[in-house]
């Protein structure tokens, strides 16, 4: 369910010429810092802290177990979504190169 809504953020915003990453990391700090709406929002704040440095950069801390695990999850997600985005572009110039 949370892959899922980050699935279909990741759709929705990913043409936009940003990394998945930084695309992971700006939708679990709009789903900390504004009011819970789902289910998914309220597991995110739960299991989610967003951390600061002093240079301006988030830092995401898993606050269980559970947190850490939905953390490289979601890591593990962007980069595949990111990786086949990339090989079905090399497929298409392939394809289109053969004809």
């Known amino acids: 369910m949370i892959i899922k809504d980050f699935s279909d953020?990741?759709?929705e915003n990913y043409k936009n010429g940003k990394k998945t990453v930084?695309?992971?990391s700006i939708w679990i700090k709009e789903k900390i810092e504004n009011p819970p709406k789902?289910?998914?929002d309220k597991v995110i704040q739960k299991e989610i802290y967003l951390?600061?440095?002093k240079n301006?950069?988030?830092f995401l801390i898993g606050k269980s177990d559970?947190?850490?695990i939905l953390i490289n999850a979601?890591?593990?997600f962007a980069?595949?979504?990111?990786q086949q985005d990339y090989a079905r572009k090399i497929h298409n110039l392939k394809s289109s190169n053969i004809k």
Not at 79 to 82: G, M, V
């Open 38 to 40: 789902s289910l998914v």
């Open 51 to 53: 951390a600061k440095n």
């Open 56 to 58: 301006g950069e988030f």
């Open 22 to 24: 930084e695309l992971l």
């Open 9 to 11: 953020y990741l759709k």
């Open 74 to 76: 979601l890591f593990n």
């Open 79 to 82: 980069l595949s979504f990111e």
């Open 66 to 68: 559970s947190g850490r």
